[in-house]
């Protein structure tokens, strides 16, 4: 983690070097509403950083809005308009499309994929481990997810690296190694009515489009064809709710479990005590749940979700006015001392652990929380399984974004088991 406490929380570039926890410490303690100016000029925001506030201002939809985007980049109106998500709507219009997605999100459905997920695990981590020093991010944290996502939603295997990249150049926008067009250092307004002002939204729109037509005139038994059936009320998506839905899946439906396991594969390599506590251990012991919120707390991918004020409110002194842009920094809130006993310190035993990862707290929690958990478990049963020993071999590299927290590349050694 990097510890100067006063790098600039507004810049990409800061993140490269891992999470600021000094800076969010220091927020934390002296400034838990901290106003930050922009450093690119935008119009500024309130840096909320302390767990109880953030749970506070989450739980209030009614004054702290998602509807004006939920990213720091301002948009107008038709921007909005054009590109919202159901993660960039208030209650209760949030609720409806909600409870739509939730028939295919569940507890109970997605417990139904462990077997599928298991036989996806299985079989990346035997790819993968026909070499003894592979990049995990590349050959196992990347591989998995979309490769499962793709299932559930019910898109074509082979259309699975395709979908990835496309994610990649989306929420990773920011990132040179992962698109041309980053969002800080060329002109995108030619792309500001497409999913993160990317020209991979329009290609990811004219492909949900034909996932989109394809159903309509045949179910294919599949979650996009129970996305596209009306609810009880008659109540269907629309299909720029559908294309929206999905290029956020894509996105964040890939990305963020990615970096959960990612970060999880990077302290199994660096605490061997923690490799020692799960080894051997049987499937359905119950460390496995707790390591695996543990892991998701530390990893914490999504770095904050912006509302924006209806009305003025009072917090710790300082007045939020309302139009202000206010940003919930949940990763903040899972090193929060005043909730978590050594909040850097990784204890797979750790219960409760209420942690933030998954925005709870208020109507946004994440959606494909289940499905996320399962596949961070049942990846690092099957990693661990195989192997004896792991190694970390270089310095491992971060995403060049103030959005999203991870890993992008790490380089491990294995001694694989007898």
């Given at each position: 983690?990097?510890q100067?406490?006063?790098?600039d929380?507004?810049s990409h570039?800061?993140?490269t070097?891992?999470f600021?926890?000094?800076?969010?410490?220091?927020?934390?303690d002296?400034?838990?509403?901290?106003?930050?100016e922009?450093?690119d000029g935008?119009k500024g925001?309130w840096?909320?950083?302390?767990?109880e506030?953030i749970k506070?201002?989450n739980r209030?939809p009614?004054?702290?809005s998602?509807?004006?985007?939920?990213r720091?980049?301002?948009?107008t109106?038709?921007?909005?308009m054009a590109?919202?998500?159901f993660?960039?709507t208030d209650p209760?219009?949030?609720?409806r499309q909600?409870?739509?997605?939730?028939?295919?999100?569940?507890?109970?459905?997605i417990?139904k994929?462990?077997?599928?997920?298991?036989?996806l695990a299985i079989?990346?981590?035997?790819?993968a481990?026909?070499?003894?020093?592979i990049d995990?991010?590349?050959q196992?944290a990347?591989?998995?997810?979309?490769?499962?996502l793709g299932?559930?939603?019910?898109t074509?295997?082979?259309?699975?690296a395709?979908l990835?990249?496309k994610?990649?150049e989306?929420?990773a926008n920011?990132?040179p190694?992962f698109t041309?067009?980053?969002?800080?250092?060329v002109?995108t307004?030619?792309?500001?009515?497409?999913p993160?002002?990317?020209?991979?939204?329009k290609?990811i729109y004219?492909y949900?489009?034909?996932?989109?037509v394809?159903?309509?005139h045949?179910n294919?038994?599949?979650v996009?064809?129970l996305?596209l059936?009306?609810?009880?009320?008659?109540e269907r998506?629309s299909?720029l709710?559908?294309?929206n839905?999905f290029a956020l899946?894509v996105?964040?439906?890939n990305d963020?479990?990615?970096?959960?396991?990612?970060m999880?594969?990077?302290?199994?390599?660096?605490q061997?005590?923690?490799?020692?506590q799960l080894?051997d251990?049987?499937n359905?012991?119950?460390?496995w749940?707790?390591a695996?919120e543990?892991?998701?707390?530390?990893a914490?991918?999504?770095?904050?979700f912006?509302?924006t004020?209806l009305?003025?409110y009072?917090l710790?002194?300082k007045t939020i006015?309302a139009?202000d842009?206010?940003l919930?920094?949940?990763t903040?809130?899972?090193?929060?001392?005043?909730q978590?006993e050594?909040?850097?310190?990784?204890n797979?035993t750790?219960?409760?652990?209420q942690h933030m990862a998954?925005?709870?707290g208020g109507?946004h929690a994440?959606?494909g929380?289940?499905?996320?958990?399962?596949e961070v478990r049942?990846?690092?049963?099957?990693?661990?399984r195989?192997v004896?020993?792991?190694?970390?071999?270089?310095?491992?590299k971060?995403l060049?974004?103030n959005f999203?927290r991870g890993?992008?590349?790490?380089m491990v050694?294995?001694?694989?088991a007898?």
């Amino acid at each position: 983690m990097n510890q100067d406490a006063y790098v600039d929380i507004t810049s990409h570039d800061t993140f490269t070097s891992g999470f600021p926890s000094a800076t969010f410490k220091r927020l934390r303690d002296e400034d838990p509403c901290a106003w930050v100016e922009e450093s690119d000029g935008g119009k500024g925001f309130w840096a909320i950083t302390r767990y109880e506030d953030i749970k506070e201002l989450n739980r209030q939809p009614h004054i702290f809005s998602s509807a004006k985007g939920i990213r720091l980049e301002e948009q107008t109106e038709e921007e909005y308009m054009a590109r919202r998500t159901f993660q960039e709507t208030d209650p209760p219009e949030h609720t409806r499309q909600r409870m739509i997605l939730h028939r295919a999100f569940s507890q109970k459905m997605i417990a139904k994929y462990e077997d599928l997920v298991r036989e996806l695990a299985i079989d990346v981590c035997e790819t993968a481990l026909q070499n003894n020093e592979i990049d995990v991010v590349k050959q196992i944290a990347r591989k998995l997810p979309m490769r499962m996502l793709g299932r559930v939603l019910g898109t074509p295997d082979e259309d699975g690296a395709w979908l990835v990249d496309k994610g990649d150049e989306l929420i990773a926008n920011s990132d040179p190694d992962f698109t041309n067009h980053v969002i800080d250092k060329v002109n995108t307004d030619e792309y500001r009515f497409m999913p993160f002002r990317s020209p991979a939204g329009k290609e990811i729109y004219d492909y949900a489009k034909q996932q989109m037509v394809q159903r309509l005139h045949t179910n294919m038994d599949d979650v996009l064809s129970l996305l596209l059936e009306p609810n009880k009320d008659g109540e269907r998506l629309s299909e720029l709710e559908f294309k929206n839905f999905f290029a956020l899946a894509v996105a964040a439906g890939n990305d963020t479990t990615r970096y959960s396991l990612a970060m999880s594969m990077y302290h199994l390599c660096n605490q061997p005590q923690l490799f020692a506590q799960l080894k051997d251990k049987a499937n359905d012991d119950p460390i496995w749940d707790t390591a695996v919120e543990e892991f998701i707390r530390y990893a914490a991918p999504t770095l904050h979700f912006r509302r924006t004020a209806l009305a003025d409110y009072e917090l710790h002194g300082k007045t939020i006015k309302a139009g202000d842009k206010v940003l919930l920094w949940f990763t903040s809130g899972n090193f929060d001392e005043r909730q978590f006993e050594s909040p850097e310190t990784v204890n797979i035993t750790r219960s409760p652990n209420q942690h933030m990862a998954f925005g709870q707290g208020g109507p946004h929690a994440c959606l494909g929380m289940w499905l996320a958990r399962l596949e961070v478990r049942v990846t690092l049963q099957e990693l661990i399984r195989r192997v004896d020993a792991m190694q970390q071999l270089a310095p491992e590299k971060y995403l060049r974004s103030n959005f999203i927290r991870g890993i992008k590349s790490l380089m491990v050694g294995f001694k694989l088991a007898a």
